[in-house]
Nanobody, 122 residues
Framework: VQLVESGGGMVQSGGSLNLSCSASGFDFGRYGMTWVRQGPGKGHEWVAVIGHAGTVTYYSDPVEGRFTISRDNAKNTLYLQMNSLKPEDTAVYYC????????????????WGQGTRVTVSL
């Protein structure tokens, strides 16, 4: 499993970023996927999940209505469009194979990418 995130950076509060995750080493189109984040001094938390076909999505309460998860199975790529960003969204964002953290499913760190850092300033 290889997952490579990109698109992070620094943005002001209210701004937007679009994260990407390029997947390889497994049959991407057969797996649900998760975006997980870890803020400074905080534990990791799932923020969005998407089913294998891209038709089913769920969001954690803090990001509902502001973030959109999507995927392009032909390109083996997962996306996270983040709008109306807040300072509390500052974190390292990871894409993860499978549905991790959602509905009590366990986190499996070995199936995460290296992460991309998002910093939101006031």
């Amino acid at each position: 499993v290889q997952l490579v995130e990109s698109g992070g950076g620094m943005v002001q509060s209210g701004g937007s970023l679009n994260l990407s995750c390029s997947a390889s080493g497994f049959d991407f189109g057969r797996y649900g996927m998760t975006w997980v984040r870890q803020g400074p001094g905080k534990g990791h938390e799932w923020v969005a999940v998407i089913g294998h076909a891209g038709t089913v999505t769920y969001y954690s309460d803090p990001v509902e209505g502001r973030f959109t998860i999507s995927r392009d199975n032909a390109k083996n790529t997962l996306y996270l469009q983040m709008n109306s960003l807040k300072p509390e969204d500052t974190a390292v964002y990871y894409c993860a194979k499978g549905l991790q953290g959602f509905s009590g499913t366990p986190y499996e760190r070995q199936d995460w990418g290296q992460g991309t850092r998002v910093t939101v300033s006031l």
